[in-house]
Each structure stands twice: as C-alpha cells, then as structure tokens.
C-alpha cells in the first residue's frame, strides 16, 4: 500500500491520481446505482445524492471551524504539583503543560505593537486595495468599451488575474530589484528612479512605504477582476437611460457620472466587497516578497507564521487570528447582502 | 441575495449580443459605437487607457524578456538594453526545469493533485445541487442556508484541526489531503452557483421526464447534465486554476519536496534563491505557462467563471 499512501516515483504518482478518481466515480455509482430502483425511499435517495457533501462538510469545515474558535481561547500553561513546582513527565523528562481557558491570544493581537503593526496593516490593504482596484477596473472599462480594440485592452490587464499571486509577486519583485547606487539598475522601478535623477531606492525594505509597494501588487492583480465585471455590468445599462441622458445634453464625464456610475452601482459593491475578502484573506504576496519581514506582515500572513512556523507555542495565536479574520469578513457580507437586498427591492 | 449569488446575476453579455432584426436598433447601435469612438479619441482619455495598458503589461514583459538572456547580462544590464546587449539563451529554462531548479518533478505534483481535486468537488456538487433544486424533503432549505453560510467561512479557520485529522488517518505523505481539502473548500461555492444554473432548468422538462417514470438519478444524468455542460466548463475551468494557483492550502498539506505543486515551489525559491533571476524568470514562467494557456484558449468561460465565482478563497 505504500505507493497508496506514500507515492514517491512518477508512476506511483499518476497511478495514485488515477485510483483516486476511479475510487470515487465506482463509489458514488455504486451509491446513485443502489438508489435508483423503484421502491427506494425518498430519504434514502436525498441522502444518496447529498450525504457525501454533508459528511465533507461538516468533518472539514464545520467541524475544524469549531475547534479553532474553541483552540484560539487556549494557551498552553504548565502544569504545577503540590509542591508548587512542574510536573516533570518521566518518560520524556519535560515539564507537562496542558491547555486552560484564556483570553490572552486575543489581548496579544491587540495590545503587542508587533501585533498592532500587522492589524494596521491589514486595514491598509483591505482599504486601498478595493477602492484603488475599482475605481481604475471602472475608468478602464469605460475607456476600452466600444472600441475596436476593445477585446484586445481587456485581456491586457485581465492577464494578472489568470496567474499565481506568487507569479505575479515575482514579476513585481524583479520590477522592485534595488542595486546600489551607481551599479547599473537591473529593476525597472529603480532605473525610473534613477533615470529622474533620483537616488534607487529599497521598495521592499524601507519602512513604512513598503507594505504600499506590496499593497500596488494586489491591485495590480485585482483590477483586472474589477474591470472585467464593471465592464458586463456597463453593457449592460439600458440605450435608452443613456440615450435619455444625451437628450438632457449629458455627455462625456457628467453622463459617467450621473447616469453610469449610479446604473452599475450594485456591481459597484459587489466587485468592493469582493476584493475586500480577497484581499483580507490572501498572504501570497507578502508571503513571497517579503516573508511578513521588514513590518509589512498582514493578519492572513501572520496567521501562517505563527501556526506553521512558530510551533506549539504559535497556535493558539494563529487560531485567534483566524477567528479575528472570520470576524472581520462578516460585516462586510453583511453590508453586501443589505445593498444587494435594497437593489433588488428598487427592480 | 447574496455575494456569489449577485455576482451571478449580474448581466454577463461580454459574449456578442444575438444579432437583432430591427433595423433602428442596430442603427442606434452604430450610433453609440461611433460615438464611443469619437469619445475616446479624445487625448486625455485615451491617454489614460494607454497608460494602464502599458503598467499592466510591462512587468511581466520584462520577466519574460528576462527568462531568456544569459545570466551574467541579466545581473549586469537591466531588460530593457537588450537591444544594445543582445544575447539569447534556453538554459534558463533547462536549468529551471531539470537543473538547480528542478522545477519538472514539481509541475508533475501539479498535475497530480489538480485533476482530481476539480473532478470530485464539481461531480459531489452537482448532485447535491441537483438536490437541492429538485427533490423535496423536510429541512432542505435550511441544509441550503447552511451550505450557503459556508462560503463565508475563511479557509485558515479549518486548516489546523482539518491537519490534525490526516495526521490521526496517517495520510500526511500522500496527495489525499491535498485532494480533499480542496474538495472541501471548493464544494460551498461550486454546490452553491450550480443550484443557481440547475433551478433555470424549465420545470416542465424535469416534470416531463418524472411523468415518463424516470427516478432522481436518471432525471439527473439523462436531463441535467446535459443541459449544464456550460456551467459545468466555467466552474470547472475556475476550480482548476483556483487550485493549479494555491499557496496556502498546498503549504500546509503538502509540505514535503515528494507533493509540492509547482506554484509553492516557485514561492520557495523566490526566499531561498531571491537574487538568482535567471532560474527565478524562468521558474515563473513554468509556472504560468498552464494558467496562460487556459487564459487564452478558454478565456470566454474563464470570464464567465470568474464573473460567477470570484468570491472563492
């Protein structure tokens, strides 16, 4: 079984791969096959087409949510004896600690200015990266809409959007690339600079104004996502409101403005609060251009750091901070599902 | 309703419109085009639309310029001399792919792990879609509520104790975790936009075939499914991509070398070999060159997913 459990060699690899699928296709048509005679109760078949996803989801998500939002009021203390000393465990020589009840992970987030550094940082992010994002998804979908070209522009900026964020962390890590000053520049942003007249400058290390250098990457990625719904929901703003408007002598930016922007206002919140998550919850910039050093850590980041890296002693933080990005998500579906609710009330 | 639920319900009309008969419509049509075009050969408009153009695309043309000069000019000379310091090599992606990157063992851990991780969450989907949109029993809209709730939670909620389960299965040095926990992340959102494209399906149809004595199952593999391939083709392309693209979930469940998919390997040799651009250019590029090929032979159902999906992660 161990090319089941441990595949090691190409074959082992794509063998695995394909058993899984067998495995799973023979499992649910065995299923659906047993279900589909005539006398089969309704009951069973519900639960032959939706028990699976039931059983999926609550072990995967229901489950482990529960656990960490139980984990993140945990930390680990050491157990004290009689004597008031630790309990030295005999077999492996090392105090006994166990878990006990306590809002510290929660107080760290929001007391330690390390901690304080990240969450304002992830304001930041959340903030600039939607609105940036938008507001130039909407100049651009407007600009390219009904030319010739149009088709082509698109594609143009919605390429970031079918890359890795760790791809395109790389393009913009080589735009960013610092050599001292003197050496010829290999990094275009510096060769800019330089070629200003300016000294090169450290984009990813020099504090604060690096997490702004990371902060163009995500909307660099974003406002193709942007542009590409903006541009649907622009065409698809009735001729006669603006044929109405150009009667009323609205042209150019005052009919982007008064008839356009207010038309696609719903799409407008959506593609907001949509790279807001995104944002929120993504760390594979930071992660891949600067490792969450040098002060540009975001909660999604340093929720990997502390669990994964930091050990034991990391996890009831990185459980705290999950719950604290589960929390923050919540209002802003919240307010989305209210707009979404009130446009559709206007209809 | 809802996030995704919106996002679907937006107007996607970037396909071309069916051609209308009506004369004074597309008269009208001709109109607007002209005119968006006199009001874009305004300078400063297009001026703009030029200038996004060119920042969105010049740093990833400068990588890709770099992927293919020799080392020793790419650490000495900037990209953009490649004019005046020409020079052109493929050892950059030799390297990358079977060299000191060996980046070859790792597209093959991609390809392993994407396949099933979009076959099993579109196909346990799609029957819990369809029970959803057309078997009656009690509770079914609440279990729907609840599907729906899902989506919102952030997939760092789950990881640890989800971790912890494998590890009690023994299944940590295999694709297994990997496999299913993005089948789990994937199935809200997936069960959630197909219910959406299931309940357009006429009732009539399904009526019709119910009456002619087909039971749930052939209902849905004999009428549905069919009529959902194109649904089927978006979501599936956005899945695959969603997970050919993953940092977070391929860091935690396949950390060793033997699972790691291409995307965390390129994100690791960006730490450990950041000055080192001739393997990292190239690298990249290997890395992209699967997304690429999607974006510009799919880009129509890639938009289309995207449109419907875009809150996944």
């Given at each position: 079984?161990?090319w089941?459990l ?10 695995v791969?394909?058993v ?6 023979a ?7 047993l279900?589909?005679r ?6 069973l ?6 028990g ?12 482990p949510a ?6 993140s ?9 009689a ?7 005999p077999?492996?020589g090392?105090?006994?600690s166990?878990l006990?009840f306590?809002l510290?992970?929660?107080t760290?987030?929001?007391?330690d ?5 990240v ?5 930041f992010?959340v903030?600039?990266v ?17 030319t ?7 594609a ?9 964020m760790?791809?395109a ?6 735009v960013?690339d610092?050599?001292?000053a003197?050496?010829n520049q ?5 060769q800019?600079?330089?070629w200003?007249g ?6 990813l ?5 690096n997490t702004f250098?990371?902060?163009?990457v ?21 001729d ?9 002598g609205a ?8 008839v356009?922007v ?6 407008i ?7 807001a ?6 760390f ?8 969450g050093n040098?002060?540009?850590s975001v ?14 002693s990391g ?7 999950a ?5 923050i998500?919540?209002?802003?579906i919240?307010?989305n599902?209210?707009q979404?609710?009130i446009?559709e009330?206007m209809? | 309703m ?5 996002a ?6 970037t396909d ?6 009506v ?5 009208k049509?001709?109109l607007?085009?002209q005119?968006?075009?006199?009001r874009?050969?305004s ?14 695309t010049i740093?990833?043309?400068?990588l890709?310029v770099?992927s293919?000069r020799?080392?020793?000019e790419?650490a ?8 005046t ?7 950059n992606?030799?390297n990358?792919w ?7 063992s790792?597209?093959?851990?991609s ?9 099993i969450p579109?196909s346990l989907a799609l029957l ?5 949109a057309w078997i009656?029993f009690k509770g079914?809209?609440?279990l729907?509520v609840?599907?729906f ?6 997939i ?5 104790p989800?971790q912890t389960?494998?590890?009690?299965f ?7 975790p990997v496999?299913?926990s993005?089948t789990?992340?994937?199935?809200p959102?997936?069960i959630f936009?197909?219910h959406?494209f299931m309940k ?7 009526e019709?075939?119910r009456v002619d004595?087909a039971?749930h199952?052939k ?8 009529l959902?391939?194109p649904?089927?083709a ?10 050919w693209n993953d940092l977070?979930v391929?860091l ?12 965390a390997a ?11 651009w001739q ?7 290997i ?10 032979s799919?880009?129509?159902y890639?938009?289309r997913?995207l449109l419907a999906?875009?809150v996944?992660?």
């Amino acid at each position: 079984m161990d090319w089941f459990l441990n595949p090691t060699s190409v074959s082992d690899k794509l063998i695995v791969m394909v058993v899984a699928i067998v495995l799973f296709v023979a499992i649910m048509g065995l299923i659906l096959w047993l279900i589909d005679r005539p006398g089969v109760p309704n009951w069973l078949v519900v639960v032959g087409f939706l028990g699976p996803v039931t059983i999926f989801m609550a072990v995967g998500l229901l489950y482990p949510a529960m656990g960490t939002i139980y984990r993140s009021f945990q930390v680990s203390a050491i157990v004290l004896g009689a004597n008031g000393k630790p309990i030295i465990n005999p077999k492996t020589g090392q105090r006994t600690s166990e878990l006990t009840f306590s809002l510290e992970n929660y107080t760290k987030i929001f007391t330690d200015p390390t901690f304080q550094k990240v969450l304002i940082n992830t304001v930041f992010w959340v903030l600039l990266v939607p609105i940036v994002a938008t507001l130039i998804g909407l100049v651009y979908a407007t600009l390219v809409d009904r030319t010739r070209f149009e088709k082509a522009a698109k594609a143009l900026v919605f390429l970031p959007m079918a890359i890795s964020m760790v791809g395109a962390s790389i393009i913009w890590k080589f735009v960013y690339d610092y050599r001292q000053a003197g050496a010829n520049q290999i990094g275009l942003a510096n060769q800019v600079l330089v070629w200003l007249g300016l000294e090169p400058y450290q984009f990813l290390l020099t504090e604060p104004w690096n997490t702004f250098f990371l902060i163009v990457v995500m909307i660099w990625i974003q406002a193709g996502f942007a542009m590409t719904v903006l541009s649907a929901a622009i065409k698809a703003v009735p001729d006669d409101i603006v044929e109405a408007a150009q009667i009323d002598g609205a042209t150019g930016f005052k009919l982007f403005r008064k008839v356009t922007v207010p038309t696609i206002r719903p799409a407008i919140v959506v593609v907001i609060t949509t790279v807001a998550i995104t944002s929120l919850k993504a760390f594979d910039v930071v992660r891949t251009m600067t490792g969450g050093n040098f002060g540009t850590s975001v909660v999604a980041n340093e929720f990997y750091t502390q669990t994964f890296i930091q050990g034991e002693s990391g996890v009831g933080i990185g459980a705290a901070l999950a719950v604290v990005l589960f929390v923050i998500i919540i209002p802003v579906i919240v307010y989305n599902v209210r707009q979404m609710r009130i446009s559709e009330e206007m209809r | 309703m809802s996030m995704s639920g919106s996002a679907v319900e937006l107007p996607i009309t970037t396909d071309a419109t069916p051609e209308e008969k009506v004369t004074s419509r597309q008269l009208k049509k001709q109109l607007r085009l002209q005119e968006a075009k006199t009001r874009l050969s305004s300078p400063w408009a297009s001026g703009i639309a030029i200038i996004i153009a060119i920042l969105w695309t010049i740093p990833t043309f400068g990588l890709f310029v770099t992927s293919f000069r020799p080392p020793a000019e790419i650490a000495t000379s900037g990209w953009w001399t490649v004019l005046t310091n020409p020079g052109f090599t493929f050892e950059n992606y030799q390297n990358a792919w079977s060299g000191s990157g060996g980046l070859g063992s790792f597209f093959l851990n991609s390809f392993v792990i994407v396949l099933p991780a979009v076959v099993i969450p579109i196909s346990l989907a799609l029957l819990a879609a369809y029970a959803f949109a057309w078997i009656d029993f009690k509770g079914r809209d609440m279990l729907f509520v609840a599907v729906f709730a899902l989506q919102i939670v952030p997939i760092q909620v789950a990881l640890i104790p989800l971790q912890t389960i494998f590890v009690n299965f023994g299944l940590q040095n295999s694709f297994w975790p990997v496999w299913i926990s993005h089948t789990i992340f994937g199935l809200p959102l997936a069960i959630f936009l197909l219910h959406n494209f299931m309940k357009e399906v006429p009732r009539s149809i399904v009526e019709a075939a119910r009456v002619d004595g087909a039971g749930h199952v052939k209902i849905f593999f004999i009428v549905l499914l069919p009529l959902l391939i194109p649904a089927i083709a978006a979501f599936a392309i956005f899945q695959f991509l969603w997970v050919w693209n993953d940092l977070l979930v391929a860091l935690v469940f396949a950390p060793s070398p033997n699972l790691k998919p291409i995307t965390a390997a390129i994100a690791q040799l960006s730490g450990t070999q950041g000055n080192q651009w001739q393997l990292l250019s190239a690298g990249a590029f290997i890395s992209m060159v699967v997304p690429l090929v999607v974006f510009v032979s799919l880009q129509r159902y890639f938009v289309r997913g995207l449109l419907a999906g875009g809150v996944k992660g």
